[in-house]
T-cell receptor
């Protein structure tokens, strides 16, 4: 019962470096999401993919790119990391894009940019 | 736009105390409402949800009722345990198509023996 799996769990980057966060789900969900969590701000949506082949910006997309590689996988890329991108990143997925469907989260990726 | 407001924490309680965490929302249409819980070092887990007005979501002794008239979804538990110590997030699911969650800032609960 893997659910949503994201890697790496911890990463330290230097300013200007690039990296990709990987995410995969095994629940045959259509929709996938990337959120970031910052103290006192809850979770904010970075990008989402309602279905394979589509991606859309969320609330805080600047500095990020995403790829919906197939139905299972949804990656988040930081092209040139900045200290402001130090955060905890969560990948999530849900069934049909119907309001009220439960969204399932991965365990998080702790990213520090120095 | 749509938003969720939660009471600020931390909330500190003794074991077996009554818990209320307030949550109010602003939304167009009729959102679904959720409570998620995050234990230290872990991701978010769905605790309970309600999809229409007057619905009551419940799980693990926690309850919340969708109150459209007061735009609220307060979380309650009659007797908390040390193992309930976590951060609790209220969230709504936006209307009009895609299933996106908007979260409150989270409320940290600490329960002492």
């Amino acid at each position: 019962n893997a659910g949503v799996t994201q890697t790496p769990k911890f990463q330290v980057l230097k300013t200007g470096q690039s990296m990709t966060l990987q995410c995969a789900q095994d629940m045959n969900h259509n929709s996938m999401y990337w959120y970031r969590q910052d103290p006192g701000m809850g979770l904010r949506l970075i990008y989402y993919s309602a279905s394979e082949g589509t991606t859309d910006k969320g609330e805080v997309p600047n500095g990020y790119n995403v790829s919906r590689l197939n139905k299972r996988e949804f990656s988040l890329r930081l092209e040139s990391a900045a200290p402001s991108q130090t955060s905890v990143y969560f990948c999530a997925s849900s069934g049909q894009g119907i309001q009220g469907n439960t969204i399932y989260f991965g365990e998080g990726s702790w990213l520090t940019v120095v | 736009g749509d938003s969720v407001t939660q009471m600020e924490g931390p909330v500190t309680l003794s074991e077996e105390a009554f818990l209320t965490i307030n949550c109010t929302y602003t939304a167009t249409g009729y959102p679904s409402l959720f409570w998620y819980v995050q234990y230290p070092g872990e991701g978010l887990q769905l605790l309970l949800k309600a999809t229409k007005a007057d619905d009551k979501g419940s799980n693990k002794g926690f309850e919340a009722t969708y109150r459209k008239e007061t735009t609220s979804f307060h979380l309650e538990k009659g007797s908390v345990q040390v193992s309930d110590s976590a951060v609790y997030f209220c969230a709504l699911s936006t209307t009009g198509g895609y299933n996106k969650l908007i979260f409150g800032a989270g409320t940290r609960l600490a329960v002492h023996p």
